[in-house]
Nanobody, 117 residues
Framework: QVQLVESGGGLVQPGGSLRLSCLAH????????MTWYRQAPGKQRELVAS???????NYSDFVKGRFTISRDNAKNTVYLQLNSLTLEDTAVYYC???????????WGQGTQVTVSS
């Protein structure tokens, strides 16, 4: 059974940091491009950052220099380090795994990040 399980969300003050994790079960993790998305209330889901099988990364402009995506293939886990958080970063953060070789894509259930003073 395929599962992507996010964790690490929570309540943080502006300027604070969090580290999100996404543990993958049931997939050949090293073959997947892993992506973090987020969805704020009343807004569409948007791409935050992605990391390829080879470790290449891509970031949306609004997080460059603040967020860092990484992966540990031995642990089947992708991480998102969130620094210098602002109120606008409040959202549910979702993990996505996509394999172009198999055309399979999977989503996690999301983890809530709330930035508030």
């Amino acid at each position: 059974q395929v599962q992507l399980v996010e964790s690490g969300g929570g309540l943080v003050q502006p300027g604070g940091s969090l580290r999100l994790s996404c543990l993958a079960h049931g997939i050949a993790f090293n073959l997947y491009t892993m992506t973090w998305y987020r969805q704020a209330p009343g807004k569409q889901r948007e791409l935050v950052a992605s990391i390829t099988r080879g470790g290449g990364t891509n970031y949306s402009d609004f997080v460059k220099g603040r967020f860092t995506i990484s992966r540990d293939n031995a642990k089947n886990t992708v991480y998102l380090q969130l620094n210098s958080l602002t109120l606008e970063d409040t959202a549910v953060y979702y993990c996505n795994g996509n394999s172009t070789a198999t055309s399979r894509t999977f989503w996690g259930q999301g983890t809530q990040v709330t930035v508030s003073s």
